[in-house]
């Protein structure tokens, strides 16, 4: 009987939703996450750059894990104490978190899992190590957590609103953990980490060349494209993120001015919030949305050929390295078709 009265005690008191959001969660979320995400990036660079690494126990995968165990239990000690306050178990993190507690979850158990794997079959190198099934798993664990404040902050306000920096920040740092993540796990065709256009001019390497170009504008598109479809960008928004991507990919490679790079990076982005702010592609007219899809890649590009071209010199063709631009920025356009497509347009007008 008074087990019931409990029970029914606490059933009355329970609260409906999830537990209002915060700045305070957000920011303490995206700074353990870029702890997190800080280890993946040394880990990376020890797979590729230390030959005789030859075990699970090593200080990269002390900052890996230990960023994650942070992370891990301030959402644990969340949850409980949400719950406590009477939020369903469900319903026991702000809005935008739960996702993240499961990639918590599932992190944990690929991280037991990867101990074994490297115990059966050894420590991955290079390519391998990317591709490996419980890295992939890790990856997938690592992506829900640190994308909680970009889900939290993408239910707030109406589509298409202009946003502070104070507001966006931790979103906009962890769609740059995203970026980073996607061209992390595809470095081996990056054309930063790896460039070809400076290399000897031999059919395989041109063609691995033009696909790395191809494929990070995919990736690069895909996360400009899916930000400024939400939001009005604040100025600078892109520079932040480009700059952080251009960086981190600059340190997996075996030489690389990082610095000089980060700085190039941050310059190409704020080129891009100016043709944000001019095109205004969040709420304009279509066409401008389909003109900044093309002259993003296009000009990152533009910058990128001329900055090999000045250090190292360029080795490919001029009909090779201007198509590989112009390609780039059409894939750009394309992929503007899938976010909006004609047919969505005609039923708007």
């Known amino acids: ?59 990269w995968h002390g900052a890996l894990y230990s960023g994650y165990a942070a992370y891990a239990l301030f959402l644990a000690i969340s949850a409980v104490r949400f719950h406590m306050r009477g939020h369903a178990w469900l319903r026991s993190l702000p809005a935008g978190y739960m996702p993240s507690l499961v990639g918590a979850a599932i992190f944990g158990v690929g991280g037991v899992l990867d101990l074994i794997w490297h115990t059966i079959f050894g420590i991955e190198r290079s390519i391998d190590a990317l591709l490996s099934p419980t890295h992939l798993l890790l990856a997938t664990g690592l992506l829900l957590m640190i994308t909680g404040p970009l889900r939290a902050a993408w239910g707030r306000g109406p589509a298409g609103a202009a946003v502070l920096w104070r507001a966006i920040a931790p979103a906009l740092l962890a769609l740059a953990y995203v970026f980073f993540l996607l061209t992390f796990f595809t470095q081996y065709a990056n054309p930063i980490t790896n460039s070809y256009a400076d290399k000897p001019t031999l059919g395989l390497t041109r063609d691995l060349g033009v696909t790395s170009i191809l494929l990070q504008t995919g990736i690069q598109m895909g996360v400009v494209l899916l930000a400024v479809r939400r939001w009005r960008l604040p100025l600078g928004a892109f520079a932040l993120i480009f700059a952080l991507n251009f960086a981190s990919s600059a340190i997996l490679a075996e030489q690389s001015p990082v610095l000089s790079v980060a700085i190039l990076g941050a310059l190409v982005g704020f080129a891009v919030d100016l043709l944000n702010r001019a095109l205004d592609p969040t709420n304009g007219p279509v066409a401008r949305l389909r003109l900044f899809a093309f002259a993003v890649p296009f000009v990152n590009y533009v910058v990128y050929f001329l900055a090999l071209l000045v250090i190292h010199g360029i080795t490919w063709t001029v009909h090779l390295w201007v198509g590989s631009i112009v390609i780039a920025g059409a894939t750009g356009l394309l992929l503007s078709y899938l976010l909006v497509p004609p047919l969505a347009v005609a039923h708007s007008e």
């Open 1 to 59: 009987m008074a087990i019931t009265q409990g029970a029914t005690r606490r059933a009355a008191v329970a609260l409906p939703g999830a537990p209002a959001g915060s700045r305070r969660f957000d920011w303490t979320a995206i700074l353990l996450g870029t702890w997190f995400a800080g280890g993946l990036q040394l880990d990376g660079w020890a797979h590729a750059h230390i030959p005789q690494l030859e075990t699970f126990f090593t200080p």
